[in-house]
């Protein structure tokens, strides 16, 4: 649940870098609720739930691929049909690389 309240803090920050467990427990948490809404019956709040988490899931992808060494404009990539998602989930899961023009691996540890 920290990842996902943290993600949330920096709902706005487009800069910087995000670990792959930082993102994919962003991701499993919004899927979560949006699937237990979805099983209750509140329709109206999950769209709500999904508008109000769009520009934090945005920021954080873009974060993550700042992470793999790219910059955030690649999430566009995903409105090619079936291979853009492929493409973008490809990258999404790749591992950190070293320092970057992004920031420090924050794998590492190492302070900016």
Not at 93 to 109: A, F, I, L, M, R
């Amino acid at each position: 649940m920290d990842y996902f309240i943290g993600a949330l803090k920096k709902y706005a920050d487009f800069t910087g870098r995000a670990r792959r467990q930082e993102y994919w427990m962003f991701i499993l948490i919004y899927m979560i609720i949006n699937f237990v809404l979805a099983v209750l019956g509140l329709n109206i709040i999950s769209m709500i739930f999904g508008l109000a988490l769009l520009v934090p899931s945005i920021s954080i992808a873009a974060r993550r691929l700042h992470d793999t060494g790219r910059t955030g404009w690649w999430q566009l990539i995903a409105l090619i049909p079936l291979i853009g998602i492929i493409i973008l989930i490809v990258f999404l899961v790749q591992d950190s690389h070293d320092t970057n023009e992004y920031g420090v691996n924050p794998k590492s540890g190492e302070l900016a």
